[in-house]
């Protein structure tokens, strides 16, 4: 709420940078858990508000008028987004 978007990708290099792990074993971490909390969230919310904002959303891209994928989509961006970070601050963490 606070933060940007991008700021998902700072905490999981953080965490990367900190614990260690061979890249790829960073990169599944990052993925996966960003995945699973943006994609949560994101149904969270949905939920709250009748699914009004992403079906419309969902008929303005080609997701032929999807809400649940719409809600993937989120969460696979974000997920690609928190694997790279974590994947750099592994690296780093190697150097």
């Given amino acids: 709420m606070y933060l940007p978007w991008w700021s998902l990708?700072?905490?999981?290099?953080?965490?990367?940078?900190?614990?260690?792990?061979k890249p790829w074993k960073a990169f599944l971490s990052g993925f996966l858990g960003l995945f699973l909390l943006w994609g949560i969230l994101a149904a969270?919310?949905?939920?709250?508000?009748?699914?009004?904002?992403?079906?419309?959303?969902a008929q303005i891209f080609p997701l032929g008028g999807s809400?649940?994928?719409?809600?993937?989509?989120?969460?696979?961006?974000a997920?690609?987004?928190?694997?790279?970070?974590?994947?750099?601050?592994?690296?780093?963490r190697k150097k």
Avoid at 11 to 17: G, S
Avoid at 67 to 77: C, E, G, M, S, W
């Fill in 44 to 57: 969270w919310i949905d939920m709250k508000n009748q699914h009004i904002l992403s079906q419309k959303m």
């Fill in 67 to 77: 809400y649940i994928l719409l809600i993937l989509v989120t969460a696979l961006v």
């Fill in 9 to 21: 990708a700072a905490a999981a290099f953080i965490v990367a940078a900190l614990i260690p792990q």
């Fill in 79 to 92: 997920a690609i987004v928190g694997g790279f970070g974590a994947l750099t601050g592994s690296y780093v």
